[in-house]
């Protein structure tokens, strides 16, 4: 019989008791949607497969997340598992450091725009006028001072107020530095501010 056609009770025994299935075996019959074996497996790699995931996440609570993801990655994708290239544990040892180093990534990503922002605002008081501008003024009126805006500010205040866009994303749009961009939107922003007769 087939490897993936076994089940727990005919894996062979030995003295009348019964074998203790492999990893590869387990992996066979959780292809097969058998929720025992993948209660099985669970306990067999649960212990390597969390320590790895700890030695490359490090947090506690992120590792213990990212178990609970390849767990349900092994059972969802059990059937792409070919015993013809390696062996169960390999095959799920590969998916855990992939899955690891992708939320270290995914953290360090997380973290540098955070900084990025941080290091912006300090540096941009004319997003306070935007709020104002905002709250107060209905958009009849915005769409008329806009009008008097030079046309690099109007698609600058446009591009990031408006559409959602990010000031390297209007830059990179526009095909301007950053720096210009910065500087026409905030230029905008005032004459906006003024042509609606926002204080503050």
């Given at each position: 019989m087939p490897k993936r056609e076994r089940s727990l009770q005919s894996i062979p025994r030995d003295d009348d008791r019964p074998a203790e299935p492999t990893a590869d075996d387990l992996l066979a019959l959780v292809a097969?949607?058998?929720e025992t074996a993948f209660e099985r497996l669970y306990d067999v790699v649960s212990s390597s497969v969390f320590g790895l995931i700890r030695r490359v996440v490090r947090d506690q609570a992120q590792s213990e997340e990212v178990f609970q993801e390849v767990m349900l990655e092994v059972w969802r994708t059990a059937t792409r598992f070919d015993p013809g290239k390696g062996s169960a544990n390999t095959w799920i040892l590969t998916l855990t450091h992939r899955?690891?180093?992708?939320?270290?990534?995914s953290a360090?990503?997380?973290t540098h725009r955070e900084?990025?922002?941080?290091?912006?605002?300090p540096a941009r008081p004319f997003d306070e006028v935007s709020e104002q501008v905002d709250g107060r003024i209905e958009q009849r009126q915005v769409r008329r001072?806009?009008?008097?805006?030079?046309?690099?500010?109007?698609?600058s205040v446009v591009l990031a107020y408006y559409q959602g866009y990010?000031?390297?994303?209007?830059?990179?749009?526009?095909?301007?530095?950053?720096g210009t961009v910065k500087t026409r939107m905030r230029d905008g922003l005032i004459r906006l501010r003024d042509c609606m007769g926002v204080t503050g």
């Open positions: 097969r949607g058998d899955r690891a180093v992708d939320r270290v990534r360090q990503a997380a900084d990025h922002v941080a290091r912006l605002d001072c806009l009008s008097f805006l030079t046309d690099l500010q109007r698609e990010s000031y390297p994303e209007v830059a990179s749009l526009l095909g301007l530095p950053l």
